[in-house]
Structures are given as C-alpha cells and as structure tokens.
C-alpha cells in the first residue's frame, strides 16, 4: 500500500534531498513538495504523511504542528531537523509529532519510520467464495514455481478479486525471487502471531505486489522449516476461506510428500500436477498421479500440466498421454531463454511480454480457474497416507 507524502522545505537543496529519501523507500509516494511559505493552513485529506524542514524558532509552523497534529484525522508529521537535541525531541513530542530525522537520514531507518506508522481499517471487498488451488511438482526443476508465479500474476490482472501466492516449498521456497520481492516477514509470522490476526493484521504480514496480489513466503531460513506443522497450514487456509479476503489462494507446494504438502492437497478445491517431457519428470508424475488416485482425488480436482512442451521434441504427446494414462488438461510452450529472463530479472513473464506463447498456455488455466466453482467437499481421507510419512 502506497504511503502518500506532502514535504515543505525551507531549501530547495533539502527539498531535493528529502525527495530521494522518500522515494527511495518501498512505499513512499510524493504527492506533493512546496516551500514552507506555501505551507496550507490544513492538508489534504489524501495525504498519510507530511514532513516539515524544521526551524525551532518558528513559532507559526509550531502553532500548526500542534493543530494540525491534534486532529485524528490530520495526517502523520515527520520533521526533518538541522541538529537533534534533547531539547528538540521533547518540544517535537510535545507537539505531537511522530518521527524526527537529521542528515544524514538512514534509509531503512525511514523505512522503520514508516512501517510504524497507523494502518487505517482497509475496506475489503470480501469474495464470494475462496478456492485453495495446489501447484505439485513432479520433481525439481518442471517449472512448478514460474508456473505458480505467472498464473497468480496474470489472474491478479483479471481484477476479478485478491491473489494470494504461498510459498510451501518450507526449506528452499523461492517464490519471492519470481518477483524481486524483499519481504519482512513470512509464514513463521503468520504462525506466530496466529492468536491475534485479523483482516487488517493480515495485510501487515502478507507482501503485497500490487493492488491484487500478496505474496505469503517461506521460512528465511531452513531450521525455521520444521515450525511449520499441517496443523499450523489447516488453521491458516481455513481462517483465510472464512475471512473470504482472497478469491484464489495459490500454495506453491514442495514436489517432496510430507506431510504439509498432504495436508496443502487435503485442503485444496483443485490440483495442478505440473511435469514436463522428460522421462524422470513423467515418471514421478505417473507415481503420484497413482497416490492421488489412492487417496481419492485423482480424478475429481486434479489436472495435469505438461510444461516446457515442443511439438518437435523427443516424445509425442500421444506417447506422453499414454504412458500416465491421463489426457493434458494444458500445455505450456518451451522458451527457456524468456523464461529465464523472467526469472532472473525477478519479473513475471505475463509483465514482461503478456502476449507471449507461455502467457497464452497460462491464460488457459487461468480461463478454467475463473470459469468453475470450487468444488464441494475436503476432497479424499489422507489419514492413512500421513502415518506413511509421518515422523517417529
């Protein structure tokens, strides 16, 4: 969420430099810079911060300050001062200032400034139905993650309701990588502050990409991996179904069968088996379209996706549909010179170049995503599967 600016400056020269200051932050956005002489008597409504080259001797900025601070529905100040002194922080808490900076201003300083600032209540449309859609890998390296990323992406686009991306690859997630994200905080936060989330704490964890897409990532580090149990993904799906802030919930699951990638399946409305036309690819991916279809969700939410497909590569897509004995529900183009700028610039394929040949495969998911409704149930008992995997 943008945090709109007003500065007003003695120096144009300070000006200048409070203006790389704000727009070096994350979510700064300058609406509007003057001199302290074109200072209003009261600020647009549509301003979150003001910030103020300072002058302790002015007593008519101090008047303003202070009526313009007392009001709840003024907005945030920040003064910019010559020297911070004692004397200066507590005349500046006494006006009811909220931050106070000198030169030269740290940047993730300022960023602390302003991630500290009060949230407004945000008004959210609430969709009429969430759907959990699960993208499962058939080993490493198919192209699960560019998948996830692009199809979030691109279905964001649609504006047909909230996007959220979880990364559950929980020791390698890389999903934050697919769109140059530096996020504060990840599932751990989540999961440790569970007790007290609601829809505008969630706003504070999730990292937003745009208007209609956040981001959930993985553990920062792999020893946090094992704090994430199935019990600790349930609760957090399930409150999100019930929030209904999100219309698509896409979880990037680890191609590994554990047992939060059995409960992610569990608790997904549809199932994207994502392999390519390589012969290990589809091996694994006959394997674990056969557990699917033990646990009794083979056929009623699950779709297979053939990534990286030529059709002048080794294997026909006859030979490929007749050794899963399952039919293709989509096909992805191969171009892994665009695919890996995409991934290398950290931006998603569908921003870059929309109308690409991959774009055109992703869109074919996202046309069934928006065309069916999720479908009815919690799909197939994983009970006896989970005590296969689970530890001792």
């Known amino acids: 969420m943008a945090i709109r600016f007003c500065l007003y400056y003695h120096s144009k020269e300070n000006g200048e430099y409070l203006q790389k200051i704000i727009n070096s932050s994350?979510?700064?956005?300058?609406?509007?810079?003057?001199?302290?002489?074109?200072?209003?008597?009261?600020?647009?409504?549509g301003t979150d911060v003001v910030i103020l080259e300072y002058h302790e001797e002015d007593a008519t900025l101090d008047r303003w300050i202070e009526k313009t601070a007392a009001d709840p529905k003024s907005p945030s100040i920040f003064l910019f001062l010559h020297e911070i002194t004692t004397n200066s922080l507590w005349k500046a808490l006494r006006?009811?200032?909220?931050?106070c900076f000198t030169f030269p201003i740290s940047l993730d300083e300022f960023q602390e400034a302003i991630d500290r600032l009060p949230r407004p209540e945000a008004k959210v449309e609430?969709?009429?139905t969430t759907r959990i859609v699960s993208f499962l890998g058939s080993k490493g390296g198919v192209g699960n993650t560019f998948l996830t990323a692009n199809v979030a992406y691109l279905l964001a686009q649609e504006k047909k309701g909230q996007v959220l991306a979880v990364d559950l690859d929980l020791r390698y997630g890389q999903l934050v990588y697919f769109f140059d994200a530096r996020p504060k905080y990840t599932i751990i936060d989540v999961i440790e502050n569970f007790e007290r989330i609601d829809s505008s704490y969630l706003q504070s964890l999730f990292h937003p990409y745009d208007k209609y897409l956040s981001i959930l990532p993985a553990p920062a580090r792999l020893e946090e991996a094992e704090a994430v149990t199935p019990e600790h993904l349930e609760k957090i799906l399930r409150y999100l179904k019930d929030l209904r802030v999100f219309r698509w919930i896409l979880l990037d699951c680890c191609h590994q069968m554990d047992e939060v990638t059995l409960k992610a399946l569990e608790l997904s409305d549809n199932i994207l088996l994502v392999t390519n036309p390589s012969i290990p690819a589809l091996s694994n991916a006959k394997k674990l379209l056969e557990l699917l279809n033990l646990l009794g969700i083979g056929d009623a939410k699950s779709e297979l996706v053939l990534n990286a497909w030529q059709k002048r590569g080794d294997l026909s897509e006859s030979e490929v549909v007749g050794f899963l004995g399952r039919d293709i529900s989509n096909k992805i183009a191969f171009d892994p010179m665009?695919?890996?700028?995409?991934?290398?610039?950290g931006r998603p394929l569908g921003e870059m170049a929309p109308r690409h040949q991959v774009c055109q495969?992703?869109?074919?998911?996202?046309?069934?995503?928006?065309?069916?409704?999720?479908a009815q149930g919690s799909g197939g008992g994983l009970g006896w599967i989970k005590r296969l995997v689970r530890k001792d």
């Open 26 to 45: 994350r979510q700064g956005m300058l609406v509007d810079t003057q001199s302290l002489a074109n200072l209003p008597a009261s600020i647009n409504s």
């Open 95 to 99: 006006l009811g200032v909220k931050e």
């Open 126 to 128: 609430l969709a009429e």
């Open 338 to 345: 665009q695919v890996s700028r995409s991934i290398n610039e």
């Open 361 to 374: 495969g992703l869109r074919a998911i996202i046309a069934k995503l928006l065309g069916n409704e999720p």
